[in-house]
């Protein structure tokens, strides 16, 4: 069974970073897809960002670009979102979520959420 665990969410002001991990376990991970998503109150889930376990490739939100970046530490299976120049329109809760398939369309697990909110 495969388990995803989001950390490193919190309160930030504007202008501010955060770093937000995603532990995965209870599967190999080395053709697996890993993205992450953000729901603020109200509105639909949004894609973030992604990446290929297998050969590091990224993809980016247009929200995201420039200052969002996903990477992945194969040694300790987790992936990372680096939040940079947060704004008030990045508060939402991030979700982690894993492809075994190394598809970044769609994705088989998710993880339980992590909250950030950037005060303006």
């Known amino acids: 069974q495969v388990q995803l665990v989001e950390s490193g969410g919190g309160l930030v002001q504007a202008g501010g970073s955060l770093r937000l991990s995603c532990a995965a376990s209870?599967?190999?991970?080395?053709?697996?897809?890993a993205g992450w998503f953000r729901q603020a109150p109200g509105k639909r889930r949004e894609f973030v960002a992604a990446?290929?376990?297998?050969?590091?490739?990224?993809y980016y939100a247009d929200s995201a670009k420039g200052r969002f970046t996903i990477s992945r530490d194969n040694a300790k299976n987790t992936v990372y979102l680096q939040m940079n120049s947060l704004r008030s329109e990045d508060t939402a809760v991030y979700f982690c979520?894993?492809?075994?398939?190394?598809?970044?369309?769609?994705?088989?697990?998710w993880g339980q959420g992590t909250q950030v909110t950037v005060s303006s």
């Open positions: 209870g599967g190999i991970f080395s053709n697996y897809a």
């Open positions: 990446i290929r376990w297998s050969d590091g490739t990224t």
């Open positions: 979520a894993a492809d075994p398939l190394g598809r970044v369309s769609q994705y088989d697990y």
